[in-house]
């Protein structure tokens, strides 16, 4: 099993910026792909940004491209999301995720590729 806990999140105005953290524990050497997902109140969890367990590859959704960027401490398995230029449309709970044993280092975005998940943490951008 692989437990997360997310933190960082927050009230922040329109065009500011937060970082998140997803701290893994538990059987990490099983972790391929990690991942944030949000969801906005009346909306579908949505992908966000994913990374390889090794931090080699990352891919972003078009709408966070160029304002988010996700990392990974190899020393602390932790995954970081940083936001920056925040919107208010990016209010929304946003979870982490975890894809244990992956047969590939492919990315996914679907929610049911993922079979750990974090509370989720509340990001409120005002505007």
């Known amino acids: 099993q692989v437990q997360l806990v997310e933190s960082g999140g927050g009230l922040v105005q329109a065009g500011g910026s937060l970082r998140l953290s997803c701290a893994a524990s538990?059987?990490?050497?099983?972790?391929?792909?990690m991942a944030w997902f949000r969801q906005a109140p009346g909306k579908e969890r949505e992908f966000v940004a994913g990374?390889?367990?090794?931090?080699?590859?990352?891919y972003y959704a078009d709408s966070v491209k160029g304002r988010f960027t996700i990392s990974r401490d190899n020393v602390k398995d932790t995954v970081y999301l940083q936001m920056g230029s925040l919107k208010p449309e990016d209010t929304a709970v946003y979870y982490c995720?975890?894809?244990?044993?992956?047969?590939?280092?492919?990315?996914?975005?679907?929610?049911?590729?993922?079979?750990?998940w974090g509370q989720g943490t509340q990001v409120t951008v005002s505007s």
């Open positions: 995720a975890a894809r244990r044993f992956a047969s590939s280092n492919v990315i996914g975005v679907r929610a049911d590729e993922y079979d750990s």
């Open positions: 538990g059987r990490t050497f099983s972790i391929s792909i």
């Open positions: 990374i390889t367990w090794s931090g080699s590859s990352a």
